[in-house]
């Protein structure tokens, strides 16, 4: 079993950047590949960027490729995503997700075994 916490989120102006935090217990962190995924009001969850289990292989929606940065540190059992030139279009509620082949970077929600409550990310224009 996992436990995932995300933390960071908060309400800045268009432009801005923020770093979103997902701290994990219970089972070894290097176990599991991780991925960031969100969901605006009204909206399906959509896939952001996603990390293999030794941070050697990232993959990213093309909406925030080049200005987000997912990343990792297995020793402090915490994962990252960095957000920078924020869009009033990345609103939405932020989760990470936890899932058990720590080899590939998924796309799909469907293969998340675990996932966090939530942190809120408002961009204002």
């Known amino acids: 079993q996992v436990q995932l916490v995300e933390s960071g989120g908060g309400l800045l102006q268009a432009g801005a950047s923020l770093r979103l935090s997902c701290t994990a217990s219970?089972?070894?962190?290097?176990?599991?590949?991780r991925g960031w995924f969100r969901q605006a009001p009204g909206k399906e969850r959509e896939f952001v960027a996603a990390i293999t289990w030794s941070g050697g292989s990232t993959y990213y929606a093309d909406s925030v490729k080049g200005r987000f940065t997912i990343s990792r540190d297995n020793a402090e059992n915490t994962m990252y995503l960095q957000m920078n030139s924020l869009k009033p279009e990345d609103t939405a509620v932020y989760y990470c997700?936890?899932?058990?082949?720590?080899?590939?970077?998924?796309?799909?929600?469907?293969?998340?075994?675990?996932w966090g409550q939530g942190t809120q990310v408002t961009v204002s224009s």
């Open positions: 219970g089972r070894p962190f290097s176990s599991y590949a």
């Open positions: 997700a936890a899932h058990r082949d720590r080899g590939r970077a998924v796309v799909a929600g469907s293969a998340y075994d675990y």
